[in-house]
């Protein structure tokens, strides 16, 4: 009895791990019929040491997502974070420089039609009476999307949210 529920335990945990394996991949990336794409965040954070405008960059390569992650942290950057440049190419996006916290950044859809991937952004500000650091910000997201061709343009669609105080 003892070895059936081992056995059933253990094959549960290799399920499960698969699954995780299976959605963690990016070349997992999934294109819905109605042209929405799926997309992991790759990076995200509240300083881009070198990047002080909101601006976008779309990297299809890892001398330019090395050359990126310079410029996001500096002399003292972390790890290089494992992207296949085969399956995917990295879309960054930044919010600009503010003088205090509570702003940020973030995609909130990526969709494709036959001609164009559209990339949404929504810039998160914080609300008149929210009390924020007086910390300098430069919000920024990096997202791994699926390669779809060198001729598809990408358009950005950009919203403000502003966000309430707790």
Request: proline share 5%; net charge negative.
């Amino acid at each position: 009895m003892k070895d059936t529920l081992f056995i059933a335990g253990l094959c549960i945990l290799i399920v499960g791990a698969g699954a995780l394996f299976y959605f963690l991949d990016p070349s997992q990336t999934t294109h819905y019929r109605d042209g929405s794409v799926e997309f992991r965040v790759v990076a995200n954070g509240q300083y881009a040491q070198e990047v002080k405008t909101r601006t976008n960059y779309r990297i299809r390569n890892r001398e330019e997502f090395s050359t990126l992650w310079s410029l996001l942290h500096g002399n003292e950057r972390p790890p290089l974070p494992s992207v296949d440049f085969g399956e995917v190419e990295v879309l960054a996006v930044f919010d600009g420089s503010h003088s205090t916290g509570g702003y940020g950044i973030m995609v909130t859809s990526v969709t494709d039609t036959e001609l164009t991937r559209v990339v949404r952004i929504t810039h998160q500000v914080p609300g008149d009476t929210c009390v924020t650091s007086f910390a300098q910000t430069s919000p920024y997201q990096l997202i791994a999307v699926p390669i779809k061709g060198e001729g598809l343009r990408m358009v950005h669609e950009d919203s403000t949210e502003v966000v309430p105080c707790p």
